[in-house]
């Protein structure tokens, strides 16, 4: 009886310490989660050789790409998409897009969407909240 007691014991000790270890690992990483998904209104704007425009009343919808850490921005008033932007987490609830400098930057918050890319002699600019 003893044994049996200290086998099922041992059992789900080893059960327990499973359970903890795999529900850790993805949860504190919030690229791995969809809460930067969804529109986010406000300043939106674009130029190039061919258009300028710009907005108070824009928005741009973030979708998450299949890959993890990749995002696509689709903006209102026919502003061409930027897509494929790779990201990191900076932070509880922010992510910044990798390689940012003077010239592209992209950061995302669960709230708010702030963008200025350029790229080929196209600017984008972003300043939108949900």
């Known amino acids: 009886m003893q044994k049996t007691i200290k086998a099922l014991g041992i059992f789900m000790l080893v059960l327990f310490t499973a359970i903890s270890f795999s529900s850790c690992s993805s949860e504190d990483d919030v690229t791995k989660d969809d ?6 209104k406000g ?3 674009y130029k190039d050789a061919d258009k300028n425009i ?3 009343e824009g928005s741009v919808f973030v979708t998450k790409v299949v ?5 696509n921005f689709a903006f209102s008033n026919d502003i061409p998409a930027l897509n494929g932007i790779d990201f990191e987490q900076k932070g ?3 992510i910044i897009m ?3 400098n003077a010239t592209a930057y992209v950061r995302v918050e669960n709230n708010q969407v702030k963008i200025l890319y350029t790229k080929d002699g196209k600017t984008w600019t972003a300043d939108c909240k949900r």
Do not use: D, P
Not at 35 to 40: C, E, N, P, S, T
Not at 67 to 71: A, C, D, E
């Open 98 to 100: 990798v390689g940012s």
């Open 92 to 94: 509880a609830n922010t």
């Open 67 to 71: 890959s993890g850490t990749k995002y």
């Open 54 to 56: 710009s907005t108070t």
């Open 35 to 40: 809460v930067f998904a969804g529109v986010y």
């Open 43 to 45: 300043s939106v704007s």
